[in-house]
């Protein structure tokens, strides 16, 4: 195999080199945008050369509008099909069918006759958000319809890389940048109550004997303040495997992931204890810094007389929920959160279909 190269770079130069060429010949003045963004590693930059062997490679994502796409869109793929390299810096651009064995899966197929099977697709903006997110993209979302996007699937949008634009989407980009601030605030406070309904059970597990439940809630706690970080932050967060990776790259994560790892390093309920109180006492601190609310505690303290350290999550729950204004987040029964604060269920994080449906579950009841 040639020499790794970042799987965004790739796309870059497929686009620039391989693709933009084609279309210019074979539909000129065609009004396009080109990217690389939604599902992959490299999207986000955390692909390595591992990530080679199966849905990596040349390829890209050409956007037209709507009409264009119904009149031109199958003319565009038979001449990519017909005129695109079987490969590029070194990499074939076919794909094999999806794998039997692993469905869904496609690996790089080295031909050197015939069609050229690749990844090149050819979409419209609205066609492409209402299949990954369950929503057009043509306005910005309603207060709810924030809720029911995982931050996964919002950060894989707005990440990647535009490498034309003749269509607006990096506008439509613009409009899922960044949550609304009364949103902001709900999630803020749906992750500080999460910490406060579980910081004082770790350390009661333990006292009974129970490291193990004690090291599960400490991980748990664990994830919960990194998650945090990442709102505070104004950062989506990634799907799991790269939620330590992207953490790293927090300004938060400089005092924390020492304090973080000797959590999960600790052998005893009461280290796991005195490590996470730290940690607390660094995102109080980066709670006071973003001025939301009064000034609150900053330090761990006794839950209660037992020998427990905890910040009171829920407080700082209550505080920020006092400060929305938007009357369709202050009517939200519960300080459940977006949908990935409340599940992480893989089948239900990658159901866009299922995106208007969990709306209800944010109105109040009858």
Known sequence: MPDFVPGVVLASRFYHE???????????????????????????????????DHHW????????????????ADEIRHALATRLPHDFLGWPTSFAQPDPVDPGTRHLERRTTGPVDSLVEVLTVRGYLLDYLGFAGDREPASLQWLTFPSQKLLAVTAGAVFHDDIGLEETRARLAWYPRDVWLYLLAA????????????????????????AVLAARLVRDVMRLCFLMERRYAPYPKW???????????SRLTPILTAVLHAKTWVDRDRALADAYGVIAEMHDALGLTDSLPRRARRFWGRPFNVIYGDR??????ARIADPDVRAIPWAIGGVDQWSDSTDLLEAAALRERLEGLYRPTE
Not at 243 to 253: I, M, P, Q, T
């Open 57 to 72: 490679g040349p390829r890209a994502m050409i956007f037209v509008r709507d009409a264009d796409h119904a009149a031109r």
């Open 191 to 214: 992750g500080w109550k999460r910490i406060g309904q579980e910081e004082h059970l770790m350390g009661r597990a333990g006292q009974v004997g129970d490291e193990i439940g004690s």
């Open 316 to 321: 700082v729950a209550k505080a920020l929920l």
């Open 243 to 253: 939620l330590g990776s992207a953490f790293a790259n927090l300004a938060a994560a």
């Open 18 to 52: 391989a693709i933009r060429p084609i279309l210019d010949d074979t539909v000129p003045g065609l009004a396009h945008s080109a990217a690389l963004i939604g599902s992959g590693s490299e999207v986000l930059g955390f692909d390595t050369p591992v990530s080679t």
